[in-house]
RNA sequence: GGCCCGUUGGUCAAUCGGUUAAGACGCCUCCCUUUCACGGAGGAAUGAGGGGUUCGACUCCCCUACGGGCUACCA
């Protein structure tokens, strides 16, 4: 076992966006592998055909993609233990449940969908509000333990719809062995008769995600916090099954939670409050409803993974700006918190603003490039690559680039004037005509030289500098930011300045 | 209701029996800056409660409280 190769594996259901949890949960598992020297598989759980959504498997990848974190394995690119869509290998799971039922730890059951209700009804009490298919209650339900072995058979032959249910043993103890809570007891009859093989054919998620760690050799099961309660009968089927010395070893991580109030993160909470909560915009096919993802969002894939990385995990320093390639480096499961962690957007962003800090003018260049042309801005990759040191230190989100950038190819839309008009006077005005009469001659367009130019000339008047270079900067840019005023001036080129001090000029009028 | 998991500032969190209980986000003050940021210096803010064990508990055990997950022919 200690010799066996590490093969870990993340294993979504194709039924819409991928949310950020779910991104986790690939990392840690991709993180796994990378230090291990191992093979990260990408396995799609797509045995229920209701709510299957056509495009998320293709979704899924692009997400992965964009994240660093592609499989090694998966539906594209096979490996040597595939399908790798468990659509595919639906032959598979038949066979292994029929040989659960032979072996006498699965049997066939008819219950239709009211006769389990009716059950469930019947044996509802005050102290037991949701009776379970189980010990107390199978030997009342239609199934091969109470039907004869005839009618069986003739269920079976005629047609009549069965699922297989796993036979729960009674009084005996599971023992889950999780590398991050250690031992987990649980009494079998705690546990209910799990269907494993629904009545189309297909697995449910117990029966198939078990044949197909077995199948597909994975070493080291991890998944989110919300399968804890159903380990014990995964546990049982790995050795019903006879591979209970092959079976991987269990990691449950914690949940990513709401930031407000309680309960894991859903896409809903990101709608209500503002953040995404996708890692990549995810159009749903049939309302067409777009719902924003992290991409998006103005999120740099390095700054997603590291503050998902941070999220129940850390290397036990202070340090809290990684790299993918130092998280592989670092990763290990025993410093996986326990607890479930609330999902912060604003620390989200100072993520993202470390990382766009930390990124060179030519490594966003693409990527401010393209947020200007959505905004209909077209410029010259030099143009843009040099304006960029200027202000990525003021963007958070990579869309924050526009608003840092637009000034500089046109004309502000909306001037801030309230901020000029409080203080305002006809002295300013003069003064400020009377500069850009001197602008008009000047031939050295220079930061330096405007700013040289602008204190000589208001040092001759009663005014100070300081009342005079906010109303300057807000005629130029729209309001207080951006970089050094100057700087803008120099670079806008003597045409825009004086263009936008003349207009300004006429609405302070 | 039952079962299981969890609980250090508002949030992410270090600590693996002995510390003035780190650090980060956010918030506040100041400095830098005649804008906004960045940067720098400070500040407020934490061991859920109660019992044990121990010379000594945030750390180990028990109880309570609270939070979460599960309780489908969904994953």
Redesign the pocket.
Known sequence: MADKKIRVRF???P?GGLHLGGVRTALFNYLFAKKHGGTFVLRI?D??Q??YVKGAEEYILNCLAWCGISPDEGPHNQGEFGPYRQSERKARYLSYAKKLVQLGYAYY?????EE?DLM?EKFKS?????P??NALTRAEMKNSLTLSEDEVTKNIESGI???IRIKIPSAENIVLNDM????????SD?V?D??LL???G?????L??VVDDYEMQISHAFRG??????APVHILLWEYLGWKNQMPQWA?F??I?K?D????LSKRDGDRLGFPVYAMDWTDPKSGEITKGFKEMGFLPQAFINLLA?????D???Q?IFELTELAEKFSID?I????????F??A??FN??WI?KSSANDLLPLVKKILETNNIYSSEEKIVALIPLVK???QLLNDFYTQLAYFFQDPQEIDLSAIKAKWDESKSIFLKGWIEELKSTSEWTSIKLEDSF?QAIASTQL????L??PL?IML?G???????FEIASLIGKDSTIRRIEHSLTLLN
């Open positions: 294993a979504p259901s039924t759980e045995t229920d209701g709510r059951a008819f219950d239709t969908t389990l469930r005050s102290t037991n509000p949701s379970q298919y719809p069965y699922v991050i809570r250690g031992e987990v007891i649980f009494n705690e209910d799990k269907v629904k009545a189309d297909m697995p449910t998620y117990h198939a995600v916090e919300e399968w804890l309660p159903s449950h914690p949940l939670l930031p109030g309680k309960g894991k941070l999220l129940g995990w850390n036990g320093t202070s809290e410093r918190h326990k607890g479930g962690a609330k999902f912060d604003e620390k962003k100072w603003g470390e800090k230190d003021r963007c204190k100070k500098p300081g009342e270079q906010l900067r840019v309001g207080k930011f951006g970089p050094p005023v």
